[in-house]
């Protein structure tokens, strides 16, 4: 059974930092695409970042240079660091896994995904 596990969301002012993780089980990590989408109220989910098994990275336009995808195989955990939050970088954030690289790059709706961790950014 596949289980992705988020947390590290919250409340925090504009300009502040978060950085959430998510801790995989039931699949073999090191093989697998990681990446998290993010879904606001009233708008489409996107991705916001992926990471393929070699450690290639893609990242929304809008998140460009702010925020940082990476992995730690050894402990089946992919982290995104959020840096100078906005208050659109609002929304629920989800981990998802495929053994396929296409979702580095989001061409194709991930196999795998966690229940997700609310971020909220107040102005």
């Known amino acids: 059974q596949v289980q992705l596990v988020e947390s590290g969301g919250g409340l925090v002012q504009a300009g502040g930092s978060l950085r959430l993780s998510c801790a995989a089980s039931g699949i073999i990590f090191s093989y697998y695409a990681m990446g998290w989408y993010r879904q606001a109220p009233g708008k489409q989910r996107e991705l916001v970042a992926g990471i393929a098994s070699g450690g290639r990275t893609n990242y929304a336009d809008s998140v460009q240079g702010q925020f940082s995808i990476s992995r730690d195989n050894a402990k089946n955990t992919v982290y995104l660091q959020m840096n100078s939050l906005k208050p659109e970088d609002t929304a629920v954030y989800h981990c998802?896994?495929?053994?396929?690289?296409?979702?580095?790059?989001?061409?194709?709706?991930?196999?795998?995904w966690g229940q997700g961790t609310q971020v909220t950014v107040s102005s």
């Open positions: 998802v896994a495929d053994p396929r690289e296409s979702l580095v790059d989001g061409t194709r709706t991930p196999k795998y």
